[in-house]
């Protein structure tokens, strides 16, 4: 017996013991027993999509079948004839009258189900079956591991497959915030990569099958170090602690080096160095006149190194100017700024100018009386005079002490008010009254600069 004979020899067993002939292609009945009604379907072919391993059904119903045969076949293979399986695949059976049901559904199922009503017509009713496929991911490298140099071109990649096909998203995972969406792509292009870019990149696959998934690839950039200082101006006195910070960057373990005018430091009992994660502190106890000068950090790794300097001065720092803008007065203006310094100041050197047509600075050398308001740091105020309305000023302050002098300050601005808009804001002031004393803002700067002059000594030439 050959192979197409052993395999439907079933069949043909079946046939037989229904009585049935089977002419021209048609099972019929014996010609002394003829069907009163011809067999119709009441179900109809449909697209079924089932997810890989579920079990799916397929339905066949026919009216006034009769002794007719119904046949479930899948291309040329036939599976059932009747309620007999054809098939040897266990999860293939009939179920209710006749329909097909496929336990844990494979991707190889996908196709055309054909339920065939043997009658003289030999008619078909088809079910198309698609078999969706929760998505999979594989990145390259398969270690999720990638190391670059900075400066260079890193691709990275993940392979999706499911069905339908999935669409790839990529993120960049954030501690501090929500991973940021960076493309759309199987492949993620970043170029001339620096220390920014190293951290975790997370692939995410979704094709609406189930729920989405996703790998994360950890990028490490190979770069110098990259070191930034906490000051680069450190104010300092004799019998002062002083703490100096460098923060070094980069992926490759550095050394740390710290130097005092080109002399390489170690540590004494005086002197003492903590590496702190990427902060490296030099700390200076009970600060003596040698330790004055300028400093450096140095760090050292494989791929090169860098140096940053920290100047330590007893001069006092720039001052730092905290009077408003616009001044309350249309002849005069209240300048208030504070200054750090651990020993008292000696002289205070103040200039200022006219804005709209700049001439000669007005230099004033005052004596100082300031107010300390903490162990290294002195709030100073002056009152200029004789100041036009409705015009704008710049000053600058240098400050000494027993060190010497520090840097000039950065030009600070400022307004005097015009006739009318004094007015405008005495109205103000009164209707605020009469309001539950309502104030705006800009009177708000007239009452800062009074309570300036007030509370803080004035400082007349």
């Given at each position: 017996?050959?192979?197409?004979?052993?395999?439907?020899?079933?069949?043909?067993?079946?046939?037989?013991?229904?009585?049935?002939?089977?002419?021209?292609?048609?099972?019929?009945?014996?010609?002394?027993?003829?069907?009163?009604?011809?067999?119709?379907?009441?179900?109809?072919?449909?697209?079924?999509?089932?997810?890989?391993?579920?079990?799916?059904?397929?339905?066949c119903k026919v009216q006034n079948l009769g002794s007719f045969v119904l046949l479930w076949r899948k291309g040329s293979s036939v599976l059932t004839a009747g309620h007999l399986k054809i098939t040897r695949d266990q999860r293939f059976k009939i179920v209710g009258d006749y329909n097909l049901q496929i336990n844990g559904v494979k991707t190889q199922d996908a196709g055309d189900y054909i339920c065939q009503l043997g009658d003289q017509e030999n008619r078909d009713q088809v079910h198309t079956v698609e078999i969706l496929v929760p998505p999979t991911l594989r990145a390259l490298p398969h270690n999720g591991q990638v190391t670059a140099r900075k400066g260079s071109t890193v691709t990275l990649e993940c392979k999706a497959s499911g069905n339908p096909v999935p669409t790839i998203f990529w993120f960049k995972k954030d501690v501090f915030s929500?991973?940021?969406?960076?493309?759309?792509?199987?492949?993620?292009?970043?170029?001339?990569?620096?220390?920014?870019?190293?951290?975790?990149?997370?692939?995410?696959?979704?094709?609406?099958?189930?729920?989405?998934?996703?790998?994360?690839?950890?990028?490490?950039?190979?770069?110098?170090?990259?070191?930034?200082?906490?000051?680069?101006?450190?104010?300092?006195?004799?019998?002062?602690?002083?703490?100096?910070?460098?923060?070094?960057?980069?992926?490759?373990?550095?050394?740390?080096?710290?130097?005092?005018?080109?002399?390489?430091?170690?540590?004494?009992?005086?002197?003492?160095?903590?590496?702190?994660?990427?902060?490296?502190?030099?700390?200076?106890?009970?600060?003596?006149?040698?330790?004055?000068?300028?400093?450096?950090?140095?760090?050292?790794?494989?791929?090169?190194?860098?140096?940053?300097?920290?100047?330590?001065?007893?001069?006092?720092?720039?001052?730092?100017?905290?009077?408003?803008?616009?001044?309350?007065?249309?002849?005069?203006?209240?300048?208030?700024?504070?200054?750090?310094?651990?020993?008292?100041?000696?002289?205070?050197?103040?200039?200022?100018?006219?804005?709209?047509?700049?001439?000669?600075?007005?230099?004033?050398?005052?004596?100082?009386?300031?107010?300390?308001?903490?162990?290294?740091?002195?709030?100073?105020?002056?009152?200029?005079?004789?100041?036009?309305?409705?015009?704008?000023?710049?000053?600058?302050?240098?400050?000494?002490?027993?060190?010497?002098?520090?840097?000039?300050?950065?030009?600070?601005?400022?307004?005097?008010?015009?006739?009318?808009?004094?007015?405008?804001?005495?109205?103000?002031?009164?209707?605020?009254?009469?309001?539950?004393?309502?104030?705006?803002?800009?009177?708000?700067?007239?009452?800062?600069?009074?309570?300036?002059?007030?509370?803080?000594?004035?400082?007349?030439?």
């Amino acid at each position: 017996m050959n192979n197409y004979t052993r395999r439907y020899w079933p069949i043909v067993l079946y046939l037989f013991s229904c009585s049935l002939s089977f002419i021209d292609g048609s099972f019929i009945l014996p010609e002394n027993d003829p069907p009163t009604t011809a067999p119709k379907f009441l179900s109809r072919g449909h697209l079924y999509k089932v997810i890989v391993g579920e079990t799916i059904e397929l339905p066949c119903k026919v009216q006034n079948l009769g002794s007719f045969v119904l046949l479930w076949r899948k291309g040329s293979s036939v599976l059932t004839a009747g309620h007999l399986k054809i098939t040897r695949d266990q999860r293939f059976k009939i179920v209710g009258d006749y329909n097909l049901q496929i336990n844990g559904v494979k991707t190889q199922d996908a196709g055309d189900y054909i339920c065939q009503l043997g009658d003289q017509e030999n008619r078909d009713q088809v079910h198309t079956v698609e078999i969706l496929v929760p998505p999979t991911l594989r990145a390259l490298p398969h270690n999720g591991q990638v190391t670059a140099r900075k400066g260079s071109t890193v691709t990275l990649e993940c392979k999706a497959s499911g069905n339908p096909v999935p669409t790839i998203f990529w993120f960049k995972k954030d501690v501090f915030s929500a991973p940021s969406h960076l493309s759309d792509s199987s492949t993620l292009i970043l170029e001339n990569v620096d220390r920014h870019h190293a951290g975790t990149y997370q692939c995410s696959a979704d094709n609406g099958v189930k729920d989405r998934v996703s790998m994360d690839i950890e990028l490490t950039i190979l770069s110098p170090p990259e070191i930034t200082v906490e000051k680069s101006w450190v104010h300092a006195s004799e019998g002062y602690d002083v703490e100096l910070v460098c923060i070094v960057n980069g992926d490759v373990n550095s050394e740390m080096l710290w130097y005092q005018n080109s002399f390489l430091l170690d540590a004494t009992d005086r002197r003492s160095m903590y590496p702190r994660d990427e902060r490296y502190s030099l700390i200076i106890r009970n600060f003596q006149p040698t330790d004055f000068g300028n400093y450096s950090c140095v760090a050292d790794n494989a791929l090169g190194r860098t140096k940053k300097y920290i100047e330590v001065s007893g001069r006092p720092g720039p001052a730092d100017f905290i009077s408003p803008g616009i001044g309350g007065f249309i002849d005069h203006y209240n300048l208030t700024w504070t200054i750090e310094s651990i020993p008292p100041l000696d002289e205070i050197k103040l200039l200022y100018r006219r804005l709209l047509h700049p001439g000669k600075w007005h230099e004033y050398h005052i004596k100082p009386t300031p107010i300390r308001t903490d162990g290294s740091h002195f709030l100073m105020s002056y009152l200029v005079r004789n100041l036009e309305h409705n015009a704008v000023y710049e000053a600058i302050v240098q400050a000494k002490n027993k060190y010497g002098w520090n840097e000039i300050s950065d030009i600070h601005q400022f307004y005097t008010r015009n006739h009318d808009l004094l007015l405008d804001i005495d109205m103000e002031y009164k209707m605020g009254i009469s309001s539950n004393i309502r104030i705006s803002p800009t009177y708000f700067g007239i009452i800062l600069s009074i309570f300036m002059l007030v509370f803080y000594p004035i400082i007349s030439v």
